[in-house]
Nanobody, 126 residues
Framework: QVHLVESGGGLVQAGDSLRLSCVAS????????MGWFRQAPGKERDVVAA????????YYENSVVGRFTISRDNAANVLYLQMNTLKPEDTAVYYC???????????????????WGQGTQVIVSS
């Protein structure tokens, strides 16, 4: 069992920055790829950014390229998402996810992840 807890969300203005954190506990030794997803009201949950175990491969959804940065600290079991130049369209609940399949690759599909956090709300006002 892996337990994920996100934090760092909030209400900000357009152009501001936020840093999301996701702390993993439990069988963290079995976690490989990790990712950040978001879900806006009435929409599907979509990938925002993903990272492989070593942190040397990353993926970003087109709309966040150049604004968001995903990183991880395996020693501390923490996943981060630095979000800069936030836009109203970034408003959503943000979830972190963990994949237990041994791999050095990035994972971007919702159904490939094994564990999810409870989510943290990000609201960006214009």
């Amino acid at each position: 069992q892996v337990h994920l807890v996100e934090s760092g969300g909030g209400l900000v203005q357009a152009g501001d920055s936020l840093r999301l954190s996701c702390v993993a506990s439990g069988r963290t030794y079995s976690v490989y790829a990790m990712g950040w997803f978001r879900q806006a009201p009435g929409k599907e949950r979509d990938v925002v950014a993903a990272i492989n175990y070593n942190g040397d491969r990353t993926y970003y959804e087109n709309s966040v390229v150049g604004r968001f940065t995903i990183s991880r600290d395996n020693a501390a079991n923490v996943l981060y998402l630095q979000m800069n130049t936030l836009k109203p369209e970034d408003t959503a609940v943000y979830y972190c996810a963990a994949d237990l399949a041994p791999s050095g690759y990035v994972v971007t599909q919702v159904d490939e992840y094994d564990y999810w956090g409870q989510g943290t709300q990000v609201i960006v006002s214009s």
